[in-house]
């Protein structure tokens, strides 16, 4: 059975960091795209970052861009997102995904795997 599972959430002041991961379980991801998406409280899920699967490209989205780094550790099965500079309107619960069609996936639909998403809390 496929698993994505984050960690790394939490309660942090505006300004701090957190580094959110995604540790794959049950397959071999290191084909896979990955990314990060985010969902508020009355709100549709959003995309927040995606790498492909070498690691060789990102985007992001322009809410948290020059703040929040995806990055990948194929050998660990694992994926991170370092966020800096956080600021009360990312509080949300993130969410990793994956899909095996490789490149820059930006949209909800286009992810088959789907972790069960970490809340991050960000204090004013």
């Known amino acids: 059975q496929v698993q994505l599972v984050e960690s790394g959430g939490g309660l942090v002041q505006a300004g701090g960091s957190l580094r959110l991961s995604c540790a794959a379980a049950?397959?071999?991801?290191?084909?896979?795209?990955k990314g990060w998406f985010r969902q508020a409280p009355g709100k549709e899920r959003e995309f927040v970052a995606a790498i492909s699967w070498s690691g060789g490209n990102t985007d992001y989205g322009d809410p948290v861009k020059g703040r929040f780094t995806i990055s990948r550790d194929n050998a660990k099965n694992t994926v991170y997102l370092q966020m800096n500079s956080l600021k009360p309107e990312d509080t949300a619960v993130y969410y990793c995904?994956?899909?095996?069609?490789?490149?820059?996936?930006?949209?909800?639909?286009?992810?088959?795997?789907w972790g069960q998403g970490t809340q991050v809390t960000v204090s004013s």
């Open positions: 995904a994956a899909d095996n069609r490789g490149g820059i996936l930006t949209q909800v639909y286009e992810y088959r795997y």
């Open positions: 049950g397959r071999t991801f290191s084909t896979y795209a």
